[in-house]
């Protein structure tokens, strides 16, 4: 098969579509030849060799794809030669084929194609295990999202409206502010103009929001304590702000706050499979009546990984970004 190869650490010309061996599958795992992968930030990271893939996953990028199951593993049940499915993966998306554990994969949602289901998986496993199943977000509180119009914000947006939740978003543009307007997000404040932290205090009458989904890091923290309610819990995914910072606690005993962390891609199979259930359960009906739409930027052929990694550092897009395969 043909797979995106690091070549070596570096730049996005670093990555190179190769002729590689096909996967195997265990007993539990099914056989995806893949119609779409999408890019995650992580996938740059990984090829600037700053984040490995887990010990026994592939060592291709890829955090998640859409396909066609090819082979089962005998102890396969739920799915088929044949099946049309999308799943979360360690890595090796950046490929015509793929070895995923049977609980890591999903159906297609209802109305998507199969090409676009590809930008679902690892955004709705992230947003749904971090602010919904552990910062217990729910109906009729508030939500600050960094970065937006990004694949993850984008997801979270429409996920939360869905739920009856207010959405404060920052964002880097006027197109962005836009766009993150259009898909239901109540207040769009432009990071590079506007204090966000005054912004928030002044929508909210002083009391900030309830929880804060945080891909930055060190020079955000003090700024997204300072930007939650009473009982609020900040939530950190990503440190693109950096991991060193200092900071004054007392706030979090004033006015009992919370601060989480967590990734995906290092978690344990069996850990994917429960999110991925929960995912299946809560988010693929929401996707399934329209009110959570595929918000797909641009498609590119596997061939030019290259130019879509060039794309992704751009920070132009809003939503996600696909290799077709």
Sequence with gaps: MKAVVITSPGGPEVLKLQEVEDPEIKDDEVLIKVAATALNRADTLQRQGKYPPPKGDSEYPGLECSGTVEAV??????????????????GGGYAEKVAVPTGQVLPIPSGVSLQDAASFPEVACTVWSTIFMTSGLSAGETL???????????????????LGIKVFITAGSEEKLAACKELGADVCINYKTEDFVARIKEETGGKGVDVILDNIGGSYFQRNLDSL?????????????????????????????????AGLRSRTAKNKAQIVREVEKNVWPAIAAGKVKPVVYKYFPLAE???????????KHVGKILLTV
């Design 229 to 261: 309610n009473v009982g609020g819990r900040l939530f950190i995914i990503g440190f693109m702000g950096g991991t060193m910072t200092q900071v004054n606690l007392g706030c979090l005993l004033a006015r009992r706050l919370t601060v989480q962390a």
């Design 73 to 90: 593993g005998k102890d396969v049940i739920r799915w088929k030669i044949g099946d049309q499915v999308c799943a979360l993966i360690g």
């Design 305 to 315: 990984a290259a130019e879509a990694h060039q794309l992704m550092e751009s920070s």
């Design 144 to 162: 600050l999202l960094h970065g937006g119009s990004s694949g993850i914000g984008t997801f979270a947006i429409q996920m939360a409206k869905c």
